[in-house]
């Protein structure tokens, strides 16, 4: 069974800090997703990595950054949190690239920035 | 760019059958998705269709594929309780990145 986790469920931070958003799959899968969802939005993709240390854009990057040192791990970094970043951010995970290839998903972590 | 939509709310009896709608513009699309999202849980895959299908039946589950107008549904056969959830629809286009609609919000009443 393939399991995503993401450290916390639940983040308060003040405006201005630097947060660290942090997720791990257990499968070895070589691609990871970070979204974010609001409602009425749906999900948002910030960035993907199909590899080790390597990062793509998604379709709303600005504010936020990545890394990527391990497979299993992929950070989501706010520099300097606001306001507007209030939201539930969502991990996932898939094996490869192709069409039938499953993205799964951890719980979720609801950031509150204040 | 790639656009995915659907109704924010349904709701329906139990024991009726439920029917979430979504629309897509990526005529490139390759494998369309339902997800599902629990209370405080992440998203989970139902079921997907291939875009040379225009129906799959899985269980309580139907999907239906209209690739002319580029329409999806999900009907739900039996509606439960348990079937309350947030209902997703995505589509997979050329660059093999999912694209998510709105989500659906499916109350399901006694």
């Known amino acids: 069974d393939v399991k995503v986790t993401q450290s916390s469920r639940y983040l308060v931070k003040r405006t201005g800090e630097k947060v660290f958003l942090e997720c791990v799959q257990d499968m070895d899968h070589e691609n990871m997703f970070w979204y974010r969802q609001d409602p009425g939005l749906g999900l948002r993709l910030i960035y993907f990595?199909?590899?080790?240390?390597?990062?793509e854009k998604g379709d709303i990057p600005e504010g936020y950054s990545v890394s990527r040192e391990k497979k299993e791990r992929f950070s989501l970094i706010l520099e300097s949190a606001s306001t507007n970043q209030t939201s539930m951010y969502l991990c996932?995970?898939?094996?490869?690239?192709?069409?039938?290839?499953?993205?799964?998903f951890g719980p979720g972590t609801r950031l509150t920035v204040l | 760019g790639e656009d995915v939509e659907q109704s924010l709310f349904l709701s329906v009896r139990e024991g009726d059958s439920s029917v979430i709608n979504c629309t897509y513009t990526?005529?490139?699309?390759?494998?369309l998705y339902w997800y599902k999202q629990e209370p405080g849980a992440g998203l989970q895959l139902l079921t997907y269709?291939?875009?040379?299908?225009d129906m799959k039946q899985d269980q309580r589950l139907t999907v239906l594929l209209n690739k002319k107008d580029k329409h999806l549904s999900l009907r739900i056969a039996d509606t439960q309780t348990g079937d309350s959830a947030i209902y997703f629809c995505?589509?997979?286009?050329?660059?093999?990145?999912?694209?998510f609609g709105t989500g659906t919000q499916l109350k399901v009443e006694l």
């Open positions: 269709i291939f875009s040379n299908m």
């Open positions: 996932a995970s898939s094996l490869g690239r192709g069409p039938t290839d499953t993205q799964y």
């Open positions: 990595s199909y590899d080790v240390k390597m990062k």
């Open positions: 990526d005529s490139s699309s390759t494998y």
């Open positions: 995505a589509e997979k286009g050329g660059g093999n990145k999912l694209t």
